[in-house]
């Protein structure tokens, strides 16, 4: 299937906004974007009517389908709170397509989420990316693991204190920590000593991951707020040699020049909630601008369903309101969270060779007043805002292409 979307503003965010262009898609990748591009006679052509043409939004860090909303204990599976080192757990596997968030997503302009096991645990798990349609998490697989989930600060403190069993304090956590990396560099070692003299060796589901840490494949995502946990967080990359991603951040601009140096970037929010607890005293619509001039990388997340995920695009807008480039609000919602997470060689702009995940919005998305109103997945149309009603295609439901 070819489709094309003329007559657009159309925004890339990785390159310059053009007037009046054309994006097509064929077999669900960008093959090119510009004025004068040749559309064939077979194509399905979209007037996008001057509407803003947007690569599809991305959600760096959620728990859509593993946190249903209104199901109860029945639908939430963020959290297996039975063993502190849960690196073995994959969010893959408790993912449910059918949970209302994803469409709430794509009415948001959100197509790809990357989707995380809770802060319960010091180590909770395998993060994956996935586009926000489709009928089960295998056909709407964009990379798996992505990275692996860890918290520091009050969650697993009082998870497990709760518990009356270490973690219970800061220390344990840290501990906890330190002890499971420490494990997965003896146990490397005990492999590679048996391959070398090509004896049996019995493998471990959690050090198998922790390795693949150590070794730079997979980032480690740290739940995070306070400065001084921040600070822990760097302490312990810097120790293992890992790379970490600050997750929330919310004292984050306390320590901007130190993440800036360290090229640390920061997934910031959820920026709509009340300051719930300790940790989220210093939460405030301001910090991500603070962050990103001083040189931090910052990716913008509503942590749904904490803040529903459709608001993502006006977290940014607000964000602005209080001091953030726009270009970079825009960009904290496209291309930064996907070249943070490492899918951006799938999404996260318009550009050929991307995936065909684009939205039309009636005007300026950090504009509160405007919406979405079309948006595609790898080419094939999804939600359509029509008359006052929102339409979600029905996965289940497959016509031929």
Same mark, same amino acid.
């Given at each position: ?9 159309? =925004?890339?965010? %990785?390159?310059?906004?053009? *007037?009046? &262009? /054309? !994006?097509?898609? +064929?077999? $669900?990748?960008? @093959?090119? =974007?510009?004025? %004068?591009?040749?559309?064939? *006679?077979? &194509? /399905? !052509?979209?007037? +996008?009517? $001057?509407?803003? @043409? ?15 909303? +209104?199901? $109860? ?329």
């Amino acid at each position: 299937m070819t489709l094309a979307i003329t007559h657009g503003y159309v =925004v890339p965010v %990785d390159g310059d906004p053009i *007037e009046d &262009a /054309t !994006v097509l898609v +064929a077999d $669900g990748k960008i @093959v090119a =974007v510009g004025r %004068d591009v040749e559309i064939p *006679e077979s &194509a /399905t !052509v979209v007037d +996008a009517a $001057g509407g803003w @043409v947007l690569p599809g939004f991305v959600e760096a860090h959620g728990h859509l389908g593993v946190y249903e909303e +209104a199901e $109860g204990w029945a639908g939430d599976d963020t959290n297996e709170m039975t063993d502190p080192n849960g690196a073995r757990l994959r969010a893959l596997d408790a993912i449910n397509p059918a949970d209302q968030g994803f469409a709430d997503a794509l009415s948001g302009g959100v197509t790809t989420a990357v989707i995380k096991p809770g802060s319960g645990n010091p180590i909770g798990g395998q993060t994956v990316a996935v586009k926000c349609w489709g009928r089960s998490v295998d056909e709407m697989l964009v990379k798996e693991p992505v990275s692996v989930k860890s918290a520091l600060g009050e969650n697993p403190k009082r998870v497990y204190g709760d518990q009356k069993k270490l973690p219970s304090t800061r220390q344990g956590v840290a501990a906890v920590i330190r002890d499971a990396l420490m494990k997965a560099q003896d146990y490397k070692a005990r492999k590679a000593a048996a391959e070398r003299e090509d004896k049996p060796f019995d493998r471990d589901g959690t050090l198998e991951i922790l390795v693949r840490v150590l070794d730079g494949e997979l980032p480690w995502c740290q739940h995070t707020h306070r400065a001084d946990d921040i600070a822990t967080a760097l302490r312990l990359a810097a120790e293992f040699g890992y790379r970490v991603i600050i997750n929330h951040g919310t004292e984050g601009h306390l320590l901007a020049d130190t993440l800036a140096e360290r090229n640390v970037p920061v997934i910031i929010g959820p920026l709509f909630t009340s300051r719930s607890k300790v940790e989220l005293r210093q939460r405030a619509l301001r910090n991500p601008g603070i962050l990103a001039r001083a040189g931090v990388e910052l990716a913008i997340t509503t942590d749904h369903p904490v803040v529903p995920i459709h608001f993502l695009v006006h977290q940014a807008t607000l964000a602005v309101k209080e001091g953030l480039d726009r270009d970079t609000a825009l960009r904290s919602i496209t291309v930064n969270p996907a070249r943070i997470m490492g899918i951006d060689d799938r999404v996260g702009a318009l550009r050929p060779g991307l995936d065909g995940d684009v939205v039309i919005c009636g005007g300026d998305p950090l504009d509160v007043m405007s919406r979405a109103l079309r948006v595609f997945v790898s080419g094939r149309e999804v939600y359509s805002y029509v008359d006052g009603e929102s339409v979600v295609a029905d996965p289940y439901y497959r016509e031929s292409r």
